[in-house]
C-alpha cells in the first residue's frame, strides 16, 4: 500500500471540511520559553471529538460508501478515539456501528462513543485482544470491519499535517505520537508530497516500545504486554505498512515514561491552559527529553487529543510541584 498522494489528501480535505472547520496551529510564549525553542502546537484536541482520528473516519466512511453501499453495519477495535471517530462518521451514514474495547477502557472515551450512536463491546485486556475479537465478530456476523490503519485513514489524518505545514513555515523538527501509525505516516505523505526537510520524530511509550524496537532493529517486533497510562499509544503489535513507512522516513523514535507523559501534560496546562490526553502529552515530553537539542529551532508539537478522565488529569497536575 502506497502513502497517500497529494491529490488524495486534498480530496480528502474536501470530504472533511464539510464536517469540521481546520485544527489552529499556535505558537505559545511561555511554553516556547520553557523550551528554549519556537514552539509551534497544532491543535487536534479542537475537533468535534477531541482528537485527530476524526479526519481518518470521515474519509473513510465517505469512500467505504461511495464505492461499497451494501455495507450497512461495521465493527471495530479501539482504545477510543479511533472509536469515536467511526461512530460519529457512521452516524453521518445511518450505519450501525459496534465498537470493542478492552474491558478496563476509558469511561470518559466509553460515554462518548455510546453517545455517538456505538454500541460497546468489553472485551479483552488491551487493544490487541479486541482487535483479534473483533475480526472474529465481523467473520461471524458480516460486519464490515474498520482497521486502526489503512490508506483511506492515512490520507484523512494527513490533513492536518497539510493544514500545519501550509501554516508554519520552515519547521526544524514535528514530534508525532505513534498509535498503530496513521498520524505519522500521514506527516511523512505531506512532508514528501511538498518536499520539505522537516525531521519527523515518533514518540512512544516505554510501556509499549514496539515501534521503537522495530525501527531500532529495522524488522517487525511485537511485544506480549503494552502497559502504559497513554492508550493511544498503547501498541503491542506494529502496522506492516505502516512501519516500512516509518523505517524510510522517520529521523528518529523517541519513548518516554508515563511520569514523563503525566508531566507534560500538566505544563500543557500551566503554558498554554489546554488539556492534553497522554498520548497527546507524548510528543511535548519528548521534546523535553531533547530540549537541548532543540533550543534556537522552531518545533512542532502535534496535541492529537484531549480526551482524559478526571482522576487522571488531576494526578498529573499534582506532579507539578514534585
Not at 488539556?275 to 518545533?299: I, Q, S, Y
Amino acid at each position: 500500500m502506497p502513502l497517500p498522494s497529494f491529490s488524495e489528501i486534498l480530496e480528502a480535505s474536501e470530504i472533511i471540511y464539510k464536517s469540521m472547520k481546520p485544527t489552529p496551529e499556535c505558537v505559545w510564549p511561555l511554553l516556547s520559553q520553557h523550551i528554549g525553542a519556537e514552539v509551534w502546537v497544532k491543535h487536534e484536541n479542537y475537533t468535534p471529538i477531541g482528537a485527530f482520528k476524526i479526519r481518518g473516519g470521515l474519509n473513510y466512511l465517505h469512500n467505504i460508501k461511495r464505492n461499497n453501499l451494501n455495507v450497512k453495519k461495521i465493527i471495530a477495535a479501539t482504545r477510543g478515539n479511533h472509536g469515536q471517530s467511526i461512530a460519529y462518521s457512521a452516524g453521518l451514514y445511518g450505519l450501525t456501528t459496534t465498537i470493542v474495547v478492552p474491558i478496563d477502557n476509558s469511561p470518559v472515551k466509553n460515554m462518548a462513543m455510546r453517545n455517538f450512536g456505538a454500541t460497546l463491546i468489553e472485551h479483552g485486556k488491551d487493544f490487541q485482544d479486541s482487535l483479534e475479537y473483533a475480526l472474529k465478530r465481523a467473520d461471524e456476523t458480516g460486519h464490515h470491519l474498520i482497521p486502526s490503519f489503512h490508506h483511506y485513514l492515512v490520507a484523512g489524518v494527513a490533513t492536518y499535517a497539510l493544514e500545519f505545514f501550509n501554516s508554519v513555515n520552515s519547521l526544524d523538527v514535528i514530534y508525532i505520537p505513534i498509535g498503530l501509525g496513521s498520524g505519522i505516516c500521514g506527516t511523512l505523505a505531506v512532508r514528501n508530497a511538498l518536499g520539505l526537510k522537516t525531521e519527523v520524530v515518533g514518540v512512544v511509550s516505554k510501556g509499549a516500545p514496539a515501534y521503537a524496537l522495530s525501527f531500532k532493529n529495522k524488522r517487525l517486533i511485537t511485544t506480549q504486554t503494552s502497559e502504559t497510562l497513554a492508550d493511544g499509544i498503547a501498541c503491542r503489535t506494529p502496522a506492516v505498512e505502516a512501519l516500512d513507512y516509518i523505517l524510510s522516513g522517520v529521523e528518529r523514535i523517541i519513548t518516554v515514561s508515563d511520569d514523563d507523559i503525566m508531566r507534560a501534560i500538566g505544563i500543557y496546562f500551566t503554558y498554554t491552559k489546554n488539556v492534553a490526553e497522554p498520548a497527546a502529552a507524548a510528543p511535548l515530553a519528548a521534546l523535553l527529553a531533547e530540549k537541548k537539542r532543540m533550543t534556537g529551532k522552531r518545533v512542532g508539537l502535534v496535541l492529537s487529543g484531549s480526551n482524559i478522565d478526571s482522576c487522571l488529569y488531576q494526578k498529573s497536575m499534582s506532579l507539578l510541584s514534585t
